[in-house]
């Protein structure tokens, strides 16, 4: 029987399942029997990763059916640091399950976005979550956070998306934005015009927001960084997910 | 006279013509194909439930009729001998009439609620499968079902009292008929409202804030309960709100017909007049349901709209030739204008409130960013703005109707009640157009439900958008109907205690008419607030329902178990028919109490109290509660946010109180005061004689 393994950003744990991507999504947003709820964002990693910091044969032998013959739902090998000692080769799919429990799966791109010519706003996922602006591209706001040489603080790797900024983006001066789904906008629009007009490149607009996602608001998809790999997980475009995910495209409010 | 007599024959004729083609229609939309098996097998939950209420409804109304029946025929079987009071005579067959009247009257209007709400959950799901091929088909489904509670509703009434008409010769017992439909519609409509909206806040507030499901989603245990309401409240409930207005219009205008002191040739004339402007009412709507089609690539809404305008401009002209060449005097086609103008710029004026091309509902939208507080301020503020143009039509539709009529030597009262009758006379295309809401809304929720494709939901959301505009227009429509409904009942009930030697005297320098006034305005917001407060008990009742279900079988939510519907459906029908008791026997009670203890004239300032606090409450409860509602769904299409934003969770707190508002309290209102007239005429000859306060 199938056994998964899953690199959960929702919190950050490799689980060993044997649910498929999309019954593990279910699971982990609705079905617990410990009624634990929430978003959950989970990449499906390569069953034959292996590294010494994570116990993978030993979960792999208690991941077998219960005994009324059900199938195991998760067994965690690791609930901290997990994202800097994985192997970025290994990451083959990443899956957002809504609130509700609906799940959609992103396939990695070489088409990495570069954006220069905009502002950006970052919502870190994992290993810390604020939520920051920027004017560096997702190459460049990697290289700043994970390679920067001379940085005092950097992380060992990264996940993050870019949210939308509607006119902001271009004129965070004057663009409107009483469309735009975030708290505290007038904050937002001063951060913006301070890493325009600033020595700045990256300003935080808030430093505990929550790790959840409003999918909706997603430019273009989720990057994830360490010192030697840059992987891009594009979502796809709200008409495309409407005809092919209409259950997902509903639940996540697009 | 004879003529008229034989009016009476044709206004039957067109009844049966108009049921006719309603069990043409029925027929015609059951054949259609009911899609797959999952869909019929959601269609079915709701149809058991929506069956499940109305067999309870009906139950427990039958039996209060029959009480009600029987405290008539024994009131109206005590005859006062002189107009002092005195000795009595015993008249059973006159009482026995009165309580016969009542019960064809009840019975006529549950007949037509029971059909129109047959259709609509046989039309829902016929119309999902319709919406995989196309959105005309879907649509011609879907106004074809609509078209049958319409029709049979005006069918059932005027035969009703054509024949009650014919067979005692004395409008005074179509009274009994109006009286009997008015206490039906009165129960019918705030016990749909109390189901239709506990069900609707146990689903949203659950399922959608808690718990994170979209709407119409099947793991919400209160989705079925939430689609049954759309049928109790908006389709029977609806429908025998309109059946009341138009069956009290017509009698009124019937009473004071018979007592313009006019010779017997006339006397039968004006009494049968405003049959006759219902016959051509249905003839118009007829004409104007058969023109009322979408081809591919057309907007729903603007052919329901042209449907009414259509009807409208058509019953006009019928009745412009009717008075030109039966020598009818020409102050009715004046009046009957002037009620068909107000009626239908009153109808688009509350569209103006509630629809989101127009400033109110973006102007809340947009504040709600700043918090639930200021949404409900706004919201609020504009639905008492709401006020001023319908208030206006009102007051200009009485006052031209009345001017027209004396300019024309027509009693100028007369012609209020004959404005009215033409507002209403074509309810039947109104009634088509309200009814198709709630079944396109349950298409929509089936297609949801059974997993059709997003195509189809697209068509499906089309035609939920049309129906939500239809609504808001029918909900302006039966309150400024209602209104010209009740003043011409206020004239009929002063005519029925004069007619019993007692001469009425209502004027604001009486206190006693001052006690009346101010009892009469107290009893609409007292009466909203036991619906509202209902709705909120029942609603606390459904949401600990569905948070247990929830919490309990996690396998709900992983979609792995199935919900248990009944119980939310079976709670929603037990609180809204325990709801009901207080605000019926105040409704009856009230103004019955007032009559026999304070006198007549009392009585006349409780009715004019009631009636200008509930006109006022009725508009500001139904725009408001559409403004909010509104609001959210603007929102909801990426707006100041967008769904799961600030400002959405501030709409969805005023959609929230204005559901009760919009569904419940507000349109039960018009039925209120016309149960308050009507019970105020029915019992004036009574009431006239014996009272406490002498």
Known sequence: MAIYLYLSLLPEALIAS???????????????????????????????????????????????????????????????????????????????????????????????????????LYQEVVPVSPMVVSRLGPMEFIDQIVRNPVSLVSLPAIVFTELQLGELADDPEMGLMENLPYSNRDHLRQCLTDVKTKYVSTKM???SHSPEVQYRTIKNGFFVGNQTHLRYFPMPSPEEIRINNYRWFRSANI | MENYINWI?????????????????YFWVLKQDPGTERAKEVASWIKEGANAYLVKLYRSLGILAVVIAFIIAIVFSIQPETAGGGSVTLQIKEG??????????????????????????????????????????????????????????????????????????????????????????????????????????????VGKIEVGIPEDDPRNPAVVADNVGDNVGDVAGMGADIFDSYVASTVAVMVLGASLGLSQVDQVKYTVIPLILCVFGILASLI??????????????????????????????????????????????????????????????????????????????????????????????????????????????????????????????????????????????????????????????????????????????????????????????????AALTVIALFAAYSEVVEDAGVSIAISLREPIVVAGVFLGAMTPPLFSALLMLAVTHNAFDMIKETRRQFSEEPGILAGTHKPDYGRLVSLASEGALSSLVLPA?????????????????????????????????????????????????????????????????????????????????????????????????????????????K
């Not at chain 1, 989970?42 to 199938?71: K, N, W």
């Not at chain 1, 998760?74 to 899956?95: K, N, P, Q, T």
């Not at chain 2, 024959?9 to 229609?25: D, E, K, Q, R, W």
């Not at chain 2, 009286?179 to 016990?191: C, D, Q």
Request: charged fraction near 15%; glycine fraction near 12%.
């Open chain 1, 18 to 120: 044997m649910l498929s991507p999309e019954e593990f999504g279910t699971y982990y947003a609705v079905g617990s029997a410990k009624k634990s709820r929430g978003q959950a964002m989970f990449f499906e990693v390569d069953p034959d990763f292996r590294h010494p910091y994570f116990r993978v044969e030993e979960a792999y032998e208690r991941c077998v059916p219960h005994e009324d013959g059900s199938l195991k739902s998760s067994v965690y090998i690791s609930v901290y640091r997990v994202l800097e000692h994985i192997d970025f080769d290994a990451l083959m799919h990443l899956y957002l399950t809504t609130m509700d429990g609906r799940t959609l799966e992103l396939s990695p791109s070489n088409q990495i976005p570069n954006g220069k010519e905009h502002l950006h």
């Open chain 1, 205 to 207: 607009v808030d430093r």
């Open chain 2, 9 to 25: 024959y044709i206004a039957i004729g067109a009844g049966l013509i108009s049921i006719g083609v309603a069990f043409y229609l």
């Open chain 2, 96 to 205: 026995l009439t009165m309580a016969l009247a009542f019960i064809a009257g009840s019975l006529s209007s549950a007949i037509a609620g029971y059909m129109g709400m047959r259709v609509a959950v046989e039309a829902n799901v016929r119309t999902a499968t319709a919406a995989n091929f196309s959105l005309a088909k879907a649509f011609k489904l879907s106004f074809n079902a609509g078209a049958v509670l319409g029709l049979a509703m005006v069918g059932m009434a005027i035969i009703g009292m054509s024949l009650i008409l014919l067979w005692t010769g004395t409008p005074e017992v179509v009274l009994g008929f109006s009286f009997g439909a008015s206490v039906l519609a009165l129960l019918a409509k705030a016990g749909g409202g109390i189901y239709t909206k506990a069900a609707d806040i146990a689903a949203d507030l």
């Open chain 2, 288 to 481: 104007g349901i058969a023109l009322v089609r979408v081809k591919e690539g057309q907007k729903p809404g603007p052919a329901l709209n042209r449907g009414t305008i259509i009807t409208t401009i058509i019953f006009a002209v019928f009745m412009f030739v009717f008075v030109y060449f039966a020598d009818v005097n020409p102050g009715i086609f004046w009046a009957t204008l002037t009620g068909l103008i107000a009626g239908v710029i009153i109808g688009f004026t509350s569209d103006y409130f509630t629809n989101d091309q127009y400033k109110p509902v973006r102007e809340t939208s947009r504040v709600s960013t700043s918090g639930a507080a200021i949404n409900i301020i706004t919201g609020y503020s504009y639905g008492l703005i709401s006020i001023v143009p319908s208030v206006i039509g009102v007051a200009a539709a009485t006052l031209i109707a009345f001017y027209a009529a004396e300019h024309f030597g027509l009693s100028g009262i007369y012609g209020i009640g004959i404005s009215a009758v033409g507002m209403l006379s074509i309810s039947g295309m109104i009634v088509s157009a309200d009814a198709y809401g709630p079944i396109v809304d349950n298409a929509r929720g089936i297609a949801e439900m059974s997993g059709m494709g997003h195509e189809v939901i697209v068509i499906a959301d089309e035609l939920d958008s049309a129906g939500n505009t239809a609504k808001a227009i029918t909900k302006g429509f039966s309150i400024g109907a």
């Open chain 2, 585 to 693: 026997i105040l409704a009856i009670g009230l103004p019955l109490l007032t009559g026999f203890v304070l006198g007549p004239n009392a009585l006349g300032g409780f009715l004019g109290g009631s009636i200008f606090t509930g006109v006022i409450f009725a508009l500001l409860m139904s725009n408001a509660g559409g403004l909010w509602d509104n609001a959210k769904k603007y929102i909801e299409t990426g707006k100041f946010g967008g769904p799961g934003s600030d400002a959405h969770k501030a709409a969805v707190v005023g959609d929230t109180v204005g559901d009760p508002f919009k569904d419940t309290a507000g349109p039960s209102l018009n039925t209120l005061i016309t149960v308050m007239s009507l019970v105020s005429s029915l019992f004036a000859p009574i009431i006239a004689v014996f009272y406490l306060f």
